[in-house]
């Protein structure tokens, strides 16, 4: 059964379409990507899932459950780490810590010493007087101490500094999800794709509220690369179908292709090229591809 399963998922506000016909599904342990320009319709649905917003059309289950009418049952087992955080201003980061912990089943009291000195907290600091980057630190720790079996993140190093960031996304989610690696799931929205890229198995590309692409990343660098080719005198002219971007600079030509790379190899090859390269586009190219 999928964590995670979305069919056909409409939300309109007014007559405007904020997501229009989504489908995926997201298995147990995977670590998840969800895709999209400012406003593509990301933060909807994650509301969606979480039943914060209402769909208008369409089906919905997490942990196969409908979140309209299971919603205590469905965030007893799940953390949800929005693009902006609030916490109430008069507690300490230790009496917010305190009363998290309180609405939980279970929390990591070791893992929670952990990652506030990982990220240099101190538990008298009063939360009015922290960063924003210090209270997005203090909503990831109080999502991973309880050791959910999802993770739903958007935008979740918005204000870290690159330090912290790279540091909280190769270790402490990579730590998350490998302390039970076959039933820790992630689902995360963010524009910093390059930075997940180690860590994203499956993903979905939004535009307009409606799915673009949707495969597992391997496949993904299997079926996009780039080719370079530099030539001794004017490169010859390109027209082949599984061209989907092509740049020419002088005396070479760099081109995206989709799907089997070889035949357009064999062609560009057969021109006498002075050199030839490929390689695999990376998740951030390949949406940036995908959005062109």
Not at 76 to 97: G, I, K, Q
Not at 105 to 124: I, M
């Amino acid at each position: 059964m999928s964590v995670i399963e979305i069919e056909n998922l409409v939300r309109l506000f007014g007559k405007a379409e904020a997501v229009n016909g989504l489908r995926l599904a997201v298995r147990p342990g995977c670590c998840y990507g969800f895709f999209g320009r400012n406003g593509a319709g990301k933060t909807t649905t994650i509301k969606c899932l979480l039943n914060l917003l209402r769909p208008t059309f369409g089906r919905i289950r997490v942990f196969g459950l409908d979140p309209s009418r299971d919603e205590v049952a469905i965030k007893s087992r799940l953390s949800y780490v929005p693009d902006a955080v609030a916490f109430y201003p008069w507690m300490t980061v230790r009496e917010t810590l305190n009363y998290l912990a309180s609405f939980r089943a279970s929390w990591n009291w070791s893992k929670e010493r952990e990652l506030l000195d990982r990220f240099r907290l101190r538990a008298d600091q009063g939360v009015s007087g922290l960063s924003k980057g210090q209270k997005m630190q203090l909503a990831l720790i109080a999502a991973i101490a309880p050791e959910p079996e999802l993770l739903v993140l958007d935008e979740p190093t918005s204000g870290l500094d690159p330090i912290v960031r790279r540091e909280f996304i190769q270790t402490v989610i990579g730590a998350y999800q490998e302390g039970d690696p076959e039933h820790r799931t992630i689902f995360v929205s963010t524009h910093l794709i390059s930075e997940f890229e180690g860590l994203i198995d499956e993903f979905t590309i939004i535009e307009q509220g409606r799915t673009v692409m949707s495969l597992e990343a391997d496949a993904a660098r299997e079926q996009f690369h780039r080719i370079r080719a530099r030539f001794t005198d004017v490169p010859p002219a390109l027209d082949f179908k599984e061209i989907v971007k092509a740049n020419r600079d002088g005396r070479e030509w760099e081109v995206v292709v989709r799907g089997n790379v070889q035949p357009v190899l064999d062609r560009m090859q057969a021109c006498r090229p002075e050199s030839l390269t490929r390689e695999a586009l990376s998740l951030e190219e390949i949406f940036m591809t995908a959005l062109a």
